[in-house]
T-cell receptor, first 115, second 112 residues
Framework: DVKVTQSSRYLVKRTGEKVFLECVQD?????MFWYRQDPGLGLRLIYF???????EKGDIPEGYSVSREKKERFSLILESASTNQTSMYLC??????????????FGPGTRLTVT | QKEVEQDPGPLSVPEGAIVSLNCTYS??????FMWYRQYSRKGPELLMY????GNKEDGRFTAQVDKSSKYISLFIRDSQPSDSATYLC????????????FGQGTTLQVKP
């Protein structure tokens, strides 16, 4: 079974803090993604990476950065947390090749609250 | 206008009902159409996927794609309380980045 784990289920941070969200997958997938999920807005792509040290901006990259130093680990960084970054953050991984319609495997999510 | 539109609900039905969930989209380049199910406090899991137009059936679930109308549906027959979850449609083009565009998700509650 593919396993995608995220470092924290719940996180509370203060405005202005630097926040690190970690994601690890154990299936040697090339592609990894960071989304945020907000009520009424669905999942929105923040950044994705298709290889080590490679990254591409998604639809809402402002205020975020990412790091992928190892294939299995993809980190999301909030440089200076703000209250509008309070959200559920979901990490996903995807194998290269056709698979099941390019099925993305999701982690359990991190609920981040910025006060 | 969003690329993918989905009514967020919530949708509440009695056990045993037939449920119809729908999404519309605007990008005619989409080729892969998926339905993800997300239980409370969990990440989404792929439920069904369809390539291009047509129907696909898996047990009590049927996915339909009508590319001419840019409309996809998920039908759940004999709905069960365990089907209570948020259902997200997702779609992508034929490129190889793996990027998916998600709908807003529909919250479904099946009452015993």
């Amino acid at each position: 079974d593919v396993k995608v784990t995220q470092s924290s289920r719940y996180l509370v941070k203060r405005t202005g803090e630097k926040v690190f969200l970690e994601c690890v997958q154990d299936m040697d997938h090339e592609n990894m993604f960071w989304y945020r999920q907000d009520p009424g807005l669905g999942l929105r792509l923040i950044y994705f990476s298709y290889d080590v040290k490679m990254k591409e901006k998604g639809d809402i990259p402002e205020g975020y950065s990412v790091s992928r130093e190892k294939k299995e680990r993809f980190s999301l960084i909030l440089e200076s947390a703000s209250t509008n970054q309070t959200s559920m953050y979901l990490c996903a991984s995807l194998p290269s090749g056709t698979g099941r319609g390019y099925e993305q495997y999701f982690g359990p999510g991190t609920r981040l609250t910025v006060t | 206008q969003k690329e993918v539109e989905q009514d967020p609900g919530p949708l509440s039905v009695p056990e045993g009902a037939i449920v119809s969930l729908n999404c519309t989209y605007s990008n005619s380049a989409f080729q892969y159409f998926m339905w993800y199910r997300q239980y409370s406090r969990k990440g989404p899991e792929l439920l069904m996927y369809t390539y291009s137009s047509g129907n696909k059936e898996d047990g009590r679930f049927t996915a339909q794609v009508d590319k001419s109308s840019k409309y996809i549906s998920l039908f759940i027959r004999d709905s069960q309380p365990s089907d209570s979850a948020t259902y997200l449609c997702a779609m992508r083009g034929s490129g190889n980045t793996g990027k998916l565009i998600f709908g807003q998700g529909t919250t479904l509650q099946v009452k015993p």
